[in-house]
């Protein structure tokens, strides 16, 4: 069970707009610690995909962006294209800790 | 290019030792936060140890008194020293830096992972 709670699949067509959430708590998003996120595609290693809650690595298309808000995070993908199909991570710190979310699958349908 | 390089993964029996390595280039790990971080086959990312420029060390309760995290400054590679090890640690392992305030810090880059199966 993950620090920080993610569902478990999204999906969308090509071009839709989808959102993943990443739920926290007091003592890690809600404490001021801030949140990124990762892509990971099948069968190869996590990448960066945003940082410091909102702010994209140089190469990372505006397509992703990322806010948040209380105890909460958000990842939103708009203009869906099909290889954005991978797990999407969440990442923040808690209690002398780095946690990540247990991860969202998302599906291009 | 900022790139890492794992090796050292394999098949172990529990209660084994196995020591990763990775190899870091386009950076200096001395003079960064460094990290591991494995993923239990079809699981979810969990960080196990990190090491502070300065040396010290930090590590998940799963992993405590168990896996050590070192450094090689003439290398310029990172090592984890594993002992005792248990079918759950089976895993890819993941090098990866530590960037930013480290509180606030994000995992980049991540290098490619090395698996590791303990079994019998």
């Known amino acids: 069970q993950s620090v920080l709670t993610q569902p478990p699949s999204v999906s969308g067509a090509p071009g839709q707009r989808v959102t993943i959430s990443c739920t926290g708590s007091?003592?890690?998003?809600?404490?001021?610690?801030?949140v990124h996120w990762y892509q990971q595609l099948p069968g190869t290693a996590p990448k960066l995909l945003i940082y410091?809650?909102?702010n994209r690595p140089s190469g990372v298309p505006d397509r992703f962006s990322g806010s948040k808000s209380g105890t909460s995070a958000s990842l939103a993908i708009t203009g869906l294209q099909a290889e954005d199909e991978a797990d999407y991570y969440c990442q923040s710190y808690d209690s002398s800790l780095w946690v990540f979310g247990g991860g969202t699958k998302l599906t291009v349908l | 290019e900022v790139q890492l390089v794992e090796s050292g993964g394999g098949l172990i029996q529990p209660g084994g030792s196995l020591r990763l390595s990775c190899a870091a280039s386009g950076f200096t790990v001395s003079s960064n936060y460094m990290s591991w971080v494995r993923q239990a086959p079809g699981k979810g990312l969990e960080w196990v140890l990190v090491i502070y420029s300065g040396g010290s060390t930090y590590y998940a309760d799963s992993v405590k008194g168990r896996f050590t995290i070192s450094r090689d400054n003439s290398k310029n590679t990172l090592y984890l020293q594993m002992n005792s090890l248990r079918a759950e640690d089976t895993a890819v392992y993941y090098c990866?830096?530590?960037?930013?305030?480290?509180?606030?810090?994000?995992?980049?880059?991540w290098g490619q992972g090395t698996l590791v199966t303990v079994s019998s």
């Open positions: 990866a830096r530590l960037y930013g305030d480290f509180q606030r810090g994000w995992f980049d880059p």
């Open positions: 410091g809650n909102s």
């Open positions: 007091s003592s890690n998003i809600g404490a001021g610690y801030d």
